[in-house]
Structure formats: C-alpha cells, structure tokens
C-alpha cells in the first residue's frame, strides 16, 4: 500500500472519528437538555395539581356562608372540571404539541380568572374574611399562584435555552436525524389582554 493510500485512508478515519465525536457529544448534550426542560414541566404540573387539590375545600368553605353567590363558587368548580378535561401526552409529548399546549394553558387560566373572582367577591362576606379555615385556604392559594407563576418562568427559560441549542447551526442538522425526539417546546405566554392595565374608576 503507497503512502498516500495510507495517508488518505488514516485522514478519513481522522474525519469519521471527529464526526462521531461531534454527533455523540450534541445529541447527548440535545438529551440533557430536554430533560431539564421535562423535570421542570414536572414542576408546573405539581404546582397546577397542588391548586386543584385545594380548591375543593375553598368551595365547601364558601357553600357554607349564608347567601354567598352560588354561581361564583360553580364557575370555580366548572373550570377546575375543565382543567381536568384536558388529556396531556405523557413526556415530551405535552410540551411539543402547540395545540394541547395552548388548550392546557387556557384551562388553567380560566381556572386562575374564576378563582380571582372568588376571592374579589370574599370582600363582600365578613364572615368569610374571619373565618380561620377560608384564611388559612386563601393564603395556601395565594402561595401557590405565586410558585405556579415561579415555576411556568423557570419553565420558559429551560425551555428557550433548549429551543436556542436545537436551532442553532450544526446542532439543528444533528436534531434533524433524530426527528421527532428533539422538537421545538412551547413556552406558557401571558393571558389575554394582560398587557392592558386595568381602568381604576371612582
């Protein structure tokens, strides 16, 4: 065999072993990218869950005050009922799919817009606001729209920092072999009309 066979042959396994290299090392920093971005939608479904397990008792609580506004305690329960209509595919699958995405963060807004209701209507019942089993609701409830908002914000940013790596040249080619494993994730976008101050009237 002539040097120069033997040169070419060595320079492409030289090529063949940097391009394995390269492709080991993007998919496997694609893989810990997006299971960053997993565990944290872990996060967000806990957050949502530990509110739907307190509204129960929020509801019974205000039942039980003499002429509290039935149909504002029955719009918190419809839209809790409404959160639990929306089926999200297990893994990656709830984050990737715009449309289930989208469904799942109106459900949860129309939840978060009849419980704010609720507790604008409270300020009508005194006896609600000394009621020690609704204060004690209340304030769980407003901690964990407080962590729901912390955790759809760390969401976001795990989910842009894996978008950017995915789109970004060469590591766009290497996601492209893997199709459908490494999609784009959606990102949790503020309600409907929420960058218009509301009008203060006197």
């Given amino acids: 065999m002539s040097r120069g066979l033997l040169g070419c042959l ?12 390269f492709l080991a090392s993007t998919y496997n920093n694609l893989v810990a990218l997006s299971q960053a971005v997993d565990a ?3 996060q967000v479904e806990n957050v949502y869950q530990r509110r739907a397990d307190l509204i129960p ?26 959160v639990g209509q929306v089926n ?4 990656a ?22 419980l704010t209701h609720l507790l604008a209507v409270v300020e009508n019942y005194p006896q609600l606001k ?14 964990t729209e407080n962590r729901i908002a912390v955790e759809r914000m760390r969401y976001n ?28 994730r959606e990102y949790f976008k503020a309600q409907p009309g929420a960058q218009t101050a509301p009008q203060v009237k006197f």
Wanted: proline share 3%; charged share 15%.
């Fill in 130 to 143: 000394a009621n020690e089993n609704f204060l004690e609701l209340q304030s769980q409830l407003e901690g």
């Fill in 40 to 42: 944290q939608w872990a």
């Fill in 88 to 91: 999200l595919p297990p893994g």
């Fill in 10 to 21: 060595v320079a492409i396994v030289v090529v063949a072993v940097i391009c394995g290299i």
């Fill in 157 to 184: 940013q795990v989910a842009q920092t894996f978008n950017t790596a995915r789109q970004s040249f060469p590591t766009v080619l290497v996601a492209g072999i893997f199709g459908d494993q490494f999609k784009q």
């Fill in 93 to 114: 699958g709830a984050t990737t799919d715009a449309a289930t995405f989208q469904k799942f963060q109106a459900a949860q807004d129309g939840l978060s817009s009849a």
């Fill in 57 to 82: 008792n929020l509801v019974e609580t205000v039942k039980g005050v003499a002429n509290f506004e039935k149909s504002t305690y029955i719009a918190v329960a419809d839209a809790r009922a409404k």
